[in-house]
């Protein structure tokens, strides 16, 4: 029902279909969903206590890592309750202020992961390229205000997506075909020219994943030369194992994301349940893995981990 019945008011709330295609597997699909958001919640809390516990890990690298944790917990949590309660209790109904909210934490902690990512190749260009003023350029300090920076150009760039919605008329449509409210889908929506939106839409996704990818990309390069420069293979293995975790991590995120963001704007002959699946798991995996990948290949993160489990030093 609107609001004042009428497409000028928007909607008191929305109808969020889940996986559409899937209507008789999605209760099934939710277990596995649920048990890598189980995984996520837990790896990312060991990661954040460990961290916080550890004063030998307050370093650039693992304070990055720390908020990395951060962002990924946001992120799994703003998506993944309300769509458990979907597929297994039929609770299609959200509030649209709700539905707004969750588009504002989806696209915010996006582009802050992002961001994370950018700074902890910075982080890797320094610790690598110059060794011994890693600890004098990168200050904690240094390390909280790049992620103050991050977090502001999030709310700066993502808040006028929620403004500008929340302004224009709603069609007497509700239905959203997705588990989860995003800008492109409520936009569709709409009962007004939304070229403006969608126009600043693509200006914030490409802004945002073109400079991160363009300071990983030279932050590479950069660490790549200085690698091949060394004299020893055992110091370029070693300087290449530093940066295979983060390597893992970057493409974990944008693969997924650039799929979900093409075929979203681009991809009318992609099905609509293998794009929501990708969709989900953009959302999804990359909190997942991304603990796990660092759990494996990050020695005093490892140790730590085993000295909890075991009970004893490592």
């Known amino acids: 029902m609107l609001a004042l019945g009428?497409?000028?008011?928007?909607?008191?709330?929305?109808?969020?279909l889940g996986i559409p295609g899937l209507k008789n597997s999605q209760f099934w699909i939710a277990f596995p969903l649920?048990?890598?958001?189980?995984?996520?919640?837990?790896?990312?809390?060991?990661?954040?206590?460990?961290?916080?516990?550890?004063?030998?890990?307050?370093?650039?690298?693992?304070?990055?890592?720390a908020m990395l944790a951060i962002t990924d917990l946001v992120l799994s949590s703003s998506t993944q309750p309300k769509m458990l309660a979907i597929l297994w209790f039929h609770a299609h109904e959200t509030e649209y202020h709700a539905c707004l909210i969750q588009v504002f934490f989806i696209h915010a902690f996006s582009s802050v992961?992002?961001?994370?990512?950018?700074?902890?190749?910075?982080?890797r260009y320094v610790a690598i390229c110059f060794p011994l003023r890693h600890s004098s350029v990168l200050t904690p300090a240094v390390v909280g205000k790049l992620g103050a920076a991050v977090m502001m150009r999030a709310l700066l760039l993502v808040s006028p997506f929620c403004i500008?919605?929340?302004r224009m008329p709603f069609c007497p449509n509700q239905i959203i075909p997705q588990p989860y409210c995003e800008h492109m889908a409520v936009l569709k929506?709409?009962?007004?020219?939304?070229?403006?939106?969608?126009?600043?839409?693509?200006?914030?996704?490409?802004?945002?994943?073109?400079?991160?990818?363009?300071?990983?990309?030279?932050?590479?390069?950069?660490?790549?030369?200085?690698?091949?420069?060394?004299?020893?293979?055992?110091?370029?293995?070693?300087?290449?194992?530093?940066?295979?975790?983060?390597?893992?991590?970057?493409?974990?995120?944008?693969?997924?994301?650039?799929?979900?963001?093409?075929?979203?704007?681009?991809g009318h002959h992609v099905p609509g349940a293998v794009h929501i699946m990708f969709a989900n798991l953009y959302l999804l995996v990359p909190p997942m893995v991304n603990p796990i990948i660092y759990g494996v290949r990050t020695k005093p993160i490892k140790d730590r981990v085993i000295q909890g489990c075991c009970g004893k030093d490592p």
């Not at 992961?113 to 982080?123: F, I, W, Y």
């Open 34 to 65: 649920c048990a890598m958001y189980v995984v996520a919640i837990i790896g990312n809390t060991t990661v954040l206590h460990i961290v916080r516990i550890d004063h030998t890990l307050h370093e650039p690298m693992y304070l990055f890592l």
């Open 6 to 16: 009428n497409s000028s008011a928007h909607p008191e709330y929305f109808i969020l």
């Open 164 to 166: 500008m919605v929340s």
């Open 189 to 266: 929506l709409v009962c007004a020219d939304t070229r403006v939106n969608r126009a600043y839409g693509l200006f914030v996704a490409f802004s945002v994943v073109g400079f991160d990818m363009s300071v990983i990309s030279v932050s590479y390069v950069m660490i790549l030369r200085t690698v091949l420069g060394l004299p020893s293979g055992q110091a370029q293995l070693k300087a290449f194992g530093t940066c295979a975790s983060h390597i893992c991590v970057i493409l974990a995120f944008y693969i997924p994301a650039l799929f979900t963001f093409l075929t979203h704007r681009f």
């Open 113 to 123: 992961e992002s961001g994370v990512l950018m700074a902890m190749a910075l982080d």
